[in-house]
């Protein structure tokens, strides 16, 4: 299986880039990022709709897709790693997507199998992007039943 973290913005050096790297390569799956550059200069509604466009097409036909969204469900670890386990069995491809400050389109909350949340706090999108990687690496190890994972 693969994963595709596909985000509005660009992380290209320093510490949250080193740690999303990291935890992509730890993974047992093979975490790919598209970033999708934002259009600050945009008026609100063609933003969005610009930015969906780019979050869709990063994901391929079949693939199932999961969108981080502040309104998402809440799951522990264990409960995302049975979920992550589920689309194993029918989809060889997860994508999750990441808005950008003015969050996600309806289209993108539409088309996504499931809606997730990191607690109704709001995080910086780079810190999102390696809570979302060391999540998907800790989901390996919860399936494997290496001792990473300590609950």
């Not at 930015?51 to 869709?56: I, Q």
């Not at 989809?91 to 309806?106: E, N, W």
Request: proline letters at 7%; glycine letters at 8%.
């Amino acid at each position: 299986m693969r994963m595709i973290v596909a985000a509005v913005g660009r992380d290209r050096a320093g510490p949250t880039r080193d740690l999303f790297d990291d935890y992509c390569r730890r993974s047992p799956w093979p975490i790919r990022l598209v970033e999708i550059a934002p259009r600050t200069d945009l008026p609100i509604e063609r933003r969005l709709r610009e930015e969906a466009e780019g979050l869709l097409k990063a994901v391929p036909p079949g693939a199932v897709l999961a969108a981080l969204d502040e309104a998402g469900r809440q799951l522990d670890s264990a409960g995302l790693a049975r979920r992550i386990a589920r689309w194993q069995q029918d989809h060889d491809t997860v994508a999750f997507a990441i808005g950008g400050p003015d969050g996600l389109a309806r289209s993108v909350l539409n088309r996504a199998q499931a809606t997730l949340a990191f607690g109704r706090m709001t995080w910086p999108h780079r810190l999102v992007r390696v809570m979302l990687a060391e999540q998907i690496y800790r989901a390996g190890t919860i399936l494997s039943g290496h001792p990473y994972h300590r609950a």
